[in-house]
C-alpha cells in the first residue's frame, strides 16, 4: 500500500504523519495521528460524529481525503481545552448536553465554527449550524441552549 507524507497543523501544532493511499480523514486523525475525538458514526456523511474544522470550516472527516489536508489548519475538539475547559465545554457541562457524548465533539466543532463567523447567532441559526450533527440522547435541547448560553454571553463572559 503505498503511503504519503502529510504535513499540517492540528490544533495549533506542527504536524507530520503518512497517510495511506485513499485513506480518510477520519481514520488518519484517530489511527495515524492518535486525536480520537472525532468520533466514527456512519461513515457516510449522515451523523456529524467525525465533524472537524478544516481552516475554520466545518467538514466531515469521514468523507474527505487525508492527503488534502496537506498545508492546512485542522482543529478537533482534543483543542478546545487549554488551562481550563473552554465557554462550549462548560456550556455542555451546566446543560447536560452531553449524555452518552458520542456526539459531543461533532458538535462542539460545528458550534465553534458557528461562533467564530457569528458570536451572536440566534436560535434558529444555532439550530441550522448543528442541523448536519445527530444526537440521539439528549433531544437537542440542551444543546442549543448551551451553544445561547455562549452566544449570550451567560457562559464564558
Ligand atoms: Fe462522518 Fe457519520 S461518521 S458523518
Ligand atoms: Fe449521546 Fe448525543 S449525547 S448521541
Do not use: W
Not at 41 to 57: E, F, N, S
Amino acid at each position: 500500500m503505498a503511503m504519503k507524507p502529510v504535513t499540517f497543523t492540528l490544533n495549533g501544532l506542527a504536524k507530520a504523519a503518512f497517510t495511506e493511499d485513499g485513506q480518510n480523514l477520519l481514520d488518519f486523525l484517530r489511527r495515524g495521528v492518535g486525536d480520537m475525538a472525532p468520533k466514527y458514526g456512519c461513515g457516510q456523511g449522515g451523523c456529524g460524529a467525525c465533524t472537524v474544522l478544516l481552516d475554520g470550516v466545518p467538514h466531515l472527516s469521514c468523507l474527505t481525503l487525508a492527503e488534502t489536508v496537506e498545508g492546512r489548519r485542522v482543529d478537533t475538539a482534543s483543542g478546545l481545552a487549554g488551562a481550563t475547559i473552554s465557554p462550549l465545554q462548560e456550556a455542555f457541562m451546566d446543560r447536560f448536553a452531553a449524555q452518552c457524548g458520542y456526539c459531543t465533539p461533532g458538535m462542539l466543532m460545528a458550534a465553534t465554527a458557528l461562533l467564530a463567523k457569528n458570536p451572536r447567532p440566534n436560535r434558529d441559526e444555532v439550530i441550522e449550524a448543528i442541523s448536519g450533527n445527530i444526537c440521539r440522547c439528549t433531544g437537542y435541547e440542551p444543546i442549543i441552549a448551551a451553544i445561547l448560553d455562549v452566544a449570550e454571553g451567560r457562559v464564558g463572559a
